[in-house]
């Protein structure tokens, strides 16, 4: 091959696959964020029984509030560990995503702006 020209066998074109390409941090840090929150209001009851608990017991809540917390873990991690779930939050998440691409406004944003007149 002469200097200065390319191999084009080396190029392969490759079309937009269905699964849309997630970044490290959108698998890793952001999709298990929604999964959070998502998950803390499926058990919003386990969620208050905890925090209820804890507030009257004080210090003593690692003691006294084994059984609540044991509860909320459990609930949390058969949604953490839930691929539906997972799949779940992810196409929110895309659809998050897509919409800050289309507007430039992140979705926290768009949430508080509601009409003030009425």
């Not at 509030?65 to 998440?93: G, M, S, V, W």
Request: glycine share 2%.
């Amino acid at each position: 091959m002469a200097k200065g020209t390319a191999d084009l066998t080396a190029w392969v074109v490759t079309l937009p696959s269905e699964e849309p390409e997630l970044r490290h941090v959108e698998k890793d840090v952001l999709i298990p964020k929604i999964m959070r929150e998502k998950a803390r209001e499926l058990c919003s009851d386990k969620v208050q029984a905890f925090t209820e608990c804890c507030q009257e017991s004080g210090f003593l809540m690692v003691v006294k509030c084994r059984q609540e917390n044991a509860a909320l873990k459990e609930c949390l991690t058969t949604y953490y560990n839930d691929p539906a779930f997972y799949e779940e939050c992810k196409i929110e998440y895309l659809k998050q995503r897509e919409e800050f691409r289309a507007t430039g406004i992140p979705a926290k944003q768009r949430q508080q702006k509601l009409p003030t007149s009425m």
